[in-house]
Structures are given as structure tokens and as C-alpha cells.
């Protein structure tokens, strides 16, 4: 579990790397220069961290491209205290960005041999959410809501109806909708029943699931 000179030296050249590739947030940006990536992979993977690629992690899941959590965090244009839910824990790496940038984090996974690994290892490199959810994604977390707003990490076939429902006005839900290939969606709360939407380009996630028990 150690954190390095040469590790640290690895994430901020991850970081101009970003910046190439046009991530503005200076919050973001300084999230990704301190988290250490390596520690969210397997050992055999070390070398990989710091590229900016996706690589497999436990229960056919992927830790995301640092790109894409930098991107989909960038929309979601946390502030200091924001409540935000999280769809798809998987390795925490996301949720640790988003501790970073000061949100409130809650964060529900359908995968419980992730779910298990992650809540033990999180809070052991010092990043502890509000709460960490064993359950259905696609339902949300009503009891908490609204949210200031909302990551989904995983490909959705559709926009959950939940989800929407669950912003607080002004909110924002940040969604990869699609099948094989997905588009990145900003959805902004308007009002009750009025939302904006964005498409901001295309990505490939792993599915999202839905509870089948």
C-alpha cells in the first residue's frame, strides 16, 4: 500500500495528459494528481495505472479510463458539501475523486464481491463516504434524495426514471446511455418536470445491471 515519489511523478504526468485532451477543472484535475490509482488495481496491473486506459478489476468490471472520470466529474461540477449520488461503486476509484472535490458521497453497487472489497477499502486509504449501498442502481437512493447530483458509471440501456426524479432542482444527472457504444448525457433539472439535455460525445462502459434476485 505504499504511494511513491515515482507513483506521484506517474500521476501528474496522467494529469497533462488531461489537460491535452481538454479537461479544464482545476479541482478535478488536482483529484486525479493525488489519488493513488495504483492501489484501486490488482499488483499485476502497477504498471498500467497511471496510463490512461480502463483495465479489469473483480466481477468482469473495469476501473474507468482516467479520462472519463475526469470528464463525467467535470460535468458534474461538484462544489465543497454537494450531496451526490453515485451509481456503480465498482473499484471506488470515482467515489474517491468525487471525496476529493468535497462531496457527500453516496453510492450504490449491484456487485457484491465488489461491494465487500470496496467498503473495507476505501475508508483503509482514508476516503470514507456517507453511505455505501449493496443494491439496484436503476432504483436510486430515495431515502436520501434530492441530490445536487448524479454519476452513473456503468452503460444504461435507457435514463432510469428514479434517478431524474431524485435531482434537486438545478441538478445534474451525468448517464452513458446506449447499448455497445454509449453517449455520454448531461440531464439539468429545470423544474418538476422540465429537463435539459446535453450529448456530449461517445464512450464505452461495461452494463449497467439491474437487480434479477
Known amino acids: ?42 499488483s499485476g496491473f502497477i504498471d498500467h495505472a497511471y496510463q490512461d486506459k480502463a483495465f479489469p478489476i473483480a466481477a468482469d468490471q473495469t476501473i474507468s479510463q482516467p479520462y472519463t472520470v475526469a470528464f463525467q466529474s467535470e460535468l458534474m461540477e461538484v462544489k465543497r458539501g454537494d450531496k451526490v449520488l453515485e ?13 476529493e472535490l468535497g462531496a ?3 453510492s450504490i453497487e449491484r456487485q457484491q ?16 463516504a456517507k453511505k455505501l449501498i449493496f443494491g439496484d442502481g436503476y432504483k436510486g437512493f430515495e431515502e436520501e434524495a434530492p441530490f445536487k447530483s448524479i ?6 440501456p ?7 426524479s431524485q435531482l434537486e432542482i438545478g441538478g445534474r444527472l451525468v448517464i452513458p446511455v446506449g447499448d455497445a457504444i454509449q453517449i455520454m448525457t448531461l440531464f439539468i433539472r429545470k423544474g418538476p418536470k422540465e429537463f435539459e439535455k446535453h450529448e456530449l460525445g461517445e464512450f464505452r462502459f ?8
Open 1 to 42: 500500500m505504499k504511494d511513491t515519489f515515482k507513483h506521484q511523478g506517474m500521476r501528474q504526468q496522467l494529469v497533462e495528459t488531461l489537460v491535452k485532451k481538454g479537461i479544464k477543472d482545476q479541482n478535478v484535475l488536482a483529484a486525479i494528481g493525488k489519488i493513488p490509482r495504483h492501489l484501486f488495481m490488482d
Open 104 to 106: 457527500k458521497v453516496f
Open 151 to 156: 454519476i452513473v458509471t456503468a452503460g444504461a
Open 206 to 213: 461495461v452494463p449497467l445491471l439491474e437487480d434479477k434476485n
Open 87 to 99: 451509481i456503480g461503486t465498482g473499484s471506488g476509484y470515482q467515489t474517491a475523486v468525487l471525496l
Open 113 to 128: 464481491e465488489l461491494f465487500k472489497k470496496t467498503s473495507k477499502f476505501l475508508p483503509k486509504i482514508g476516503y470514507r
Open 158 to 164: 435507457f435514463v432510469p426514471n428514479p434517478l431524474l
